[in-house]
C-alpha cells in the first residue's frame, strides 16, 4: 500500500481531483476522474475506466520520457487512477506541439486536416478556462506575465520539442502517429522546470499509423463513438509496445 494517502480536496478540475497530503506540504495526490469534457467543458460525457486508462496511459508516456532525461513532476503512481506528484508553480500557458496539421490550426488557416508540417510547430495558449484558453504570441505571453522574457520561451518551446521527439518515434513502435498534443509545465521548489499535469489521449491527437483512425478525443468532441475502445487500444498498444 502507499505511504501517501489523500487528505483534504484542494480543487476539482474537468478530468482531475486535486488533494493535498497530510504532512507533505510540497506534494500533491492528484485522481483521473472518469468524466470528460470538450469545448470548454461546454460538452460533458464520461465512462468507465476512462481515469484508470489514462493514468497507465500516462504512467508508460512518463517511464519513456523519464528514461529519455526529460523531468516530470512524478513522485508515484496509485494504480488505478491517482498518482503522486511535486507540486508545481505552474507556467499559465499550455503548450501544443503539432505534426501533422489538424483541429484548431488547420482550421484558422484553411488547410485540410492531416497536412504535414514541414517541422513541428509549438504554440501557446494562455491558460484561463474565462477566456477559453486563447492562443498568444510571445509578446502577449510577456505581457501576460505567464513568462519573463523570450529566453523563458525558447526554453519552454525546447521543452515542447524535446517531449515531441521522445514520443513520436515511441507511439511510431506502437503503430500510433502523434498528430498533436498539449502539455503543461511548472517549476519545483529549486526553480527546476518539469512537465506536469498529463499527456493521455484527452490531451493528444493519436492516429491508427495504418488506418488513420482516431485513438482519441477527437471521437468524443466529434461524436465518433468507440472513444473507450479508443483509450483502451492506445493502452494495449503501448503495453504490447514493451513500454511495461
Ligand atoms: P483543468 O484544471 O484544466 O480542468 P484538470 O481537471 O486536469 O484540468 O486539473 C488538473 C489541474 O492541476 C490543472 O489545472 C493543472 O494545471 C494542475 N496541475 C497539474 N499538475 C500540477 C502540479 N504538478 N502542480 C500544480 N498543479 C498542477
Ligand atoms: P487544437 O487543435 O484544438 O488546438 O488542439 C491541439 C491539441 O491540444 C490536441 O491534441 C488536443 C489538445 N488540447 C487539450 O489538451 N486541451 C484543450 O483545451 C485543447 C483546446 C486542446
Ligand atoms: N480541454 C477542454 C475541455 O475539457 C477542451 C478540449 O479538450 O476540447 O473542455
Redesign the pocket.
Known sequence: MSVYEPGELI?E????K?FSIPGQPDL?F?EYKDSLTAFNAQKKGSFEEKGALNREICALLFDELERNSVLT?RIQEIPPNAIV????K?VKLELVVRNILAGSTAKKFGFEEGTPLDAPLVEFYY?D?ALADPFVSDEQAIMLKTARDRAELDALRAFGLKINAVLVPYLLKAGIRLIDFKV?V?YDKDGVLRL???ISPDTCRLWDAKTGEKMDKDRFRRDLGGIAEAYRGVRDRLRQAGGK
Open positions: 480543487y478540475g474537468k478530468a482531475k486535486l500533491l492528484q513532476h506528484t511535486r507540486k508545481l505552474m491558460k478556462d503543461e511548472g506536469a499535469d498529463e
